[in-house]
């Protein structure tokens, strides 16, 4: 008896059937799949028998085909089995069946649940393809009771320092807190606030971004938009300012503009010139794309059927209509540059004297 070891669930399986001689158990080497009293069949645990309906095969190397049957050597067949015997829900499956003048030697077959034939892990995918098997144990915790942890004065073989090393993310924003006024004395850094500085009577060296109520002294420049200015401001202010309260020196670099005709716009705007057209470089400009647009080949392309076409698929449209058509019946096939793809189909209203047309 021969066994062998599957996975469930296997489809296309094919096994090799001993036949003997029911007399003397010599091979018997001339059986076929239609020899009379041939009668394969399959049982799978806990079930009846089921009939293989034998089926011819042209060669050893053919593809499986359920109930394919023929002769390897030496009384030893191929036999191929229909999926369902090798189907997942039991643990074994006996291949059986009787020849006249014959004894067919049974097989059996082990389902299991793993793949034997996977070389790596036998198809249990629980475990790593490769390598060494992970192992993350939990430690239970551990309470000393009476242990003295000796005071540490030197402190040899640390690591090496690298810089920058500690970043603000790595403090607690709180951290800080109660200890103190470290941040007096020290230049060379910004200072942001969210709800305003309120009134700061020390030097202030670096940037400062937020909102400050009132500042006491010369400021050097101003970088941004201010509100308004109170006072002199001594030194330069880049950007906007909003408004300015008290007299202004002296503006270098700026003509003052009083009323309604500026001197170098004019009334009514007279010394704006050349709004009412195009130059001549323009023009050429224009002219040169307007002559490329129309010396362009158009790419083809046609609208679907209800919707508003683009200029290129309009004339496309008109162009293969009058270039390339067939009517058979009230059907009018447009066909595209290649003359045999078609287009779009326009419905005629009458197939001998139509009127009207439709797509």
Known sequence: MHTYVIKKGTTNVSIELEIIDDTDGTPETGVVWNTAGIDLQYRRDGAASTAITEATLAALTTAHTDGGFLHIGNGVYRFDLPDAACATGVDKVVIHGTVTGMIVIPVVIQLVA??????????????????????????????????????????????????????????????????????????GYSLTATTGLGNQTANITGNLSGSVGSVTGAV??????????????????????????????????????????????????????????????????????????????????????GTAPTLTQGIM???????????????????????????????????????????
């Open 114 to 187: 793993y793949d034997p034939f996977d070389a790596v892990r036998m198809g249990m995918t629980a475990l790593p393809s490769s390598g060494t098997l992970a192992v993350n144990p939990t430690l239970a915790a551990v309470t000393h009771t009476g242990a003295v942890i000796p005071t540490v004065t030197t402190l040899t073989n640390l690591p090496a320092i690298t810089s920058n090393w500690l970043t603000a993310a790595g403090i607690n924003a709180g951290a800080l807190d109660g200890k103190g006024d470290w941040n007096i004395g020290k230049t």
């Open 317 to 359: 449209a008109i162009h293969q209509m009058l270039m390339e058509f067939a009517i058979s019946g009230t059907s009018l096939t447009v066909k595209k540059l290649d003359s045999s793809t078609t287009a779009f189909v326009v419905t005629l209203d009458d197939a001998t004297n139509p009127t009207s047309n439709t797509r």
């Open 220 to 305: 050097g420049s101003v970088t941004g938009a201010v509100g308004s200015v109170a006072g002199n401001v001594d030194g330069n202010v880049t950007g906007s300012v909003g408004s300015v309260t008290g007299a202004v020196g002296s503006l270098v670099g700026h003509t003052v503009q009083t009323g309604d005709s500026f001197a170098r716009i004019g009334a009514a705007g007279a010394g704006l010139t050349d709004l009412g057209g195009m130059s001549t470089a323009m023009k050429a400009e224009v002219l040169v794309e307007v002559l490329k647009s129309l010396t362009t080949q158009l790419t083809e392309s046609y609208a679907a059927n």
